[in-house]
C-alpha cells in the first residue's frame, strides 16, 4: 500500500486557537491514508492538539520562536530544518509574520509546493505590528499560492493589489456545522452546570488579546447588568418591568467568557472596577466548545480585528443571534442571525441593541452554514484534491 502523502502545517503552537483549531478540524476529516499532517510549530512546549496530531499519524517538529533580535538564528534553524526534512508535498505556512523566511527556505530544499495563509486581517499594536508588518511586504511574490480566510485578510497580509489581481485564494474558515447544531437537551444540561438557569448568557470564544476587546465587551456587558440591577430592584417595589415603555423586560444577565492568553489578569480587574465580577465567568479553554454555545442566549463580538471568526461561524450553526464589529469581514455574516455596529460607538448603544432584540426564536442553522460553504467535510473533499494534485480547481 502506497504511503500517503505528506503536507506540512507552520504554527505557532498548537494550542486551541483560531488557525489551530481550524487545521485540526481540517486534519480529522480528511482520508489519512492519502494525506497526513505534520507540523512545525515555534514553541517546546507541549500543545493542547499534541496528544492527538500524534493519534492522527502526524509527527510534530520544533523550531525557536523568532524575536526580531534572533532573526539570523531562526532563518539558520529554518534552513537547517528544511535540510534534513523535505520530504512534505507541500509546506502550508500559517504564521505570516515570518513566512517569507521559512518558505524560501523550504522551496530551495526542495520542496515542491509553499503556501502563505491569511489568517488575520490586523496586526499586533505597538513595535511588534509595525515589525510584523516589515517582514510581509513581499511575502506575496515568495509563496506559490496564497490562501486567505477573507478579503480583509488578504489585503492585510499581501496587499491590496494582490487581492485585485485574483493571485488570492479564498479558503473559508470551515467547521464540523453538525457539531454546532442547536440542541434543547444539552441547553438544559449546561446551563444546570453552570448555575445560570435563571439567567440571560451574553457568551464569547476567543483568546484575551487585543485583537478580541475583551475590554469593550466588559463595558457592553456592564451596561447591561446594571439595567439588569435596576430593573430587578423595581420588581421588588412591584414594578415587572425595566425600560417598560419600550416592551423591553427586566432580565437577569451573565456573561461566558471561553479562551484563555495573556490578557485574562487585565479582564478580571477590569469586570470587578466595573462591578460585575460576579456576573461574569472566566471559563478558560475547553474541548466541548460546541456543548458552551448552547447555554448561550446571544454572542457579542466586539474585535479590532479578525481575518474570518471560526467562532461567528459556530455561534450562527448554533442558532444563536451575533451582534460584531464592522471591522469584522462580511462573509462571515452568512445568515440574518448577524447584526454589524461599529466599536466607535458608546457601548450602552451596543447594549441598547442587544437588549432590544434579546427575544427570539432559537432554532439550528445547520443547513444554511453549509450551504454557505462552511462545512468542513465538503472542504476536506476539496483540500484533498488540491494536496493531491498541486493544483487549485
Known sequence: MAEPIRVLH???????????????????????SRVQFDFLVHTEREGYFDKEIKELGGRIFRVPRFRMYN????????????????EFCMVQGHITSTASIYLPAAKKAGIPVTIAHARSAGVDKGVKGILTRWLRRNLSKKADYLFTCSRLAGISVFGAQAVRDGRTVFIPNAIDCKAFSY????????????????????????????????????????????????GVAQNVNGVDAIRKENGVHAKEYALILLGEGEGMEGA???????????????LGNHSNVYDYYQAMDYFVYPSRFEGLPGTVVEAQSSGLRVLMSDSICEEVAATELVHVMSIREDAAVWADYVEST??????SYVEEMK?????????????MRFYETGEWE
Not at 532573526?71 to 523535505?86: G, I, L, M, N, T
Not at 457568551?203 to 447591561?224: I, M, T
Not at 450551504?371 to 483540500?383: C, H
Request: glycine fraction near 8%.
Open 268 to 282: 478580571k480587574t477590569l469586570s470587578k472596577q466595573l462591578g460585575i465580577g460576579d456576573k461574569v465567568h472566566f
Open 71 to 86: 532573526y539570523f538564528s531562526y532563518q539558520k534553524a529554518v534552513a537547517e530544518f528544511f535540510r534534513k526534512h523535505h
Open 183 to 230: 440542541q434543547e437537551d444539552t441547553r438544559e444540561r449546561m446551563r444546570q452546570k453552570l448555575g445560570l438557569e435563571d439567567k440571560y448568557v451574553i457568551g464569547h470564544v476567543g483568546r484575551f488579546h487585543y485583537a478580541k476587546n475583551h475590554e469593550y465587551l466588559l463595558q457592553v456587558f456592564a451596561a447591561l447588568a446594571g439595567r439588569s440591577d435596576k
Open 358 to 363: 434579546a427575544d427570539y426564536d432559537r432554532r
Open 10 to 32: 507552520v504554527l505557532g503552537n498548537t494550542q486551541l486557537g483560531g488557525a489551530e483549531s481550524r487545521t485540526m478540524d481540517l486534519y480529522r476529516h480528511l482520508d489519512r
Open 371 to 383: 450551504s454557505a460553504g462552511f462545512d468542513v467535510a465538503a472542504q476536506a473533499q476539496r483540500m
